[in-house]
């Protein structure tokens, strides 16, 4: 059974920084290209970044430059470093594991930015 677990969310104030971690399981982790995505209350789910099978990695504009996405296949983790946090990056933050078949999504981390 395929197991993604995020952490690391929580409350910062503008211009702060968070890392946020999924941690998988049930999966061949080094197949698979994974994602950050984004969900702010009455929008859309939208993608942060993404990290390929073979550490290709591209982000969504409005992030590109303050969050950097990384694997460990070693440790079936993926990482999400997000700098100098905006009170427009508050939503909550999934991971989620996309192969050939089908993807997996994790439950999702709340990051909340504000004074």
């Known amino acids: 059974q395929v197991k993604l677990v995020e952490s690391g969310g929580g409350l910062v104030q503008p211009g702060g920084s968070l890392r946020l971690s999924c941690a998988a399981s049930g999966l061949t982790f080094n197949l698979y290209a994974m994602s950050w995505y984004r969900q702010a209350p009455g929008k859309e789910r939208e993608l942060v970044a993404r990290v390929t099978s073979t550490a290709s990695t591209n982000y969504a504009d409005s992030v590109k430059g303050r969050f950097t996405i990384s694997r460990n296949n070693a440790k079936n983790t993926v990482a999400l470093q997000m700098n100098s946090l905006k009170p427009e990056d508050t939503a909550v933050y999934s991971c989620?594991?996309?192969?050939?078949?089908?993807?997996?999504w994790g439950q999702g981390t709340q990051v909340t930015v504000s004074s």
């Open positions: 989620n594991a996309a192969g050939t078949v089908r993807s997996h």
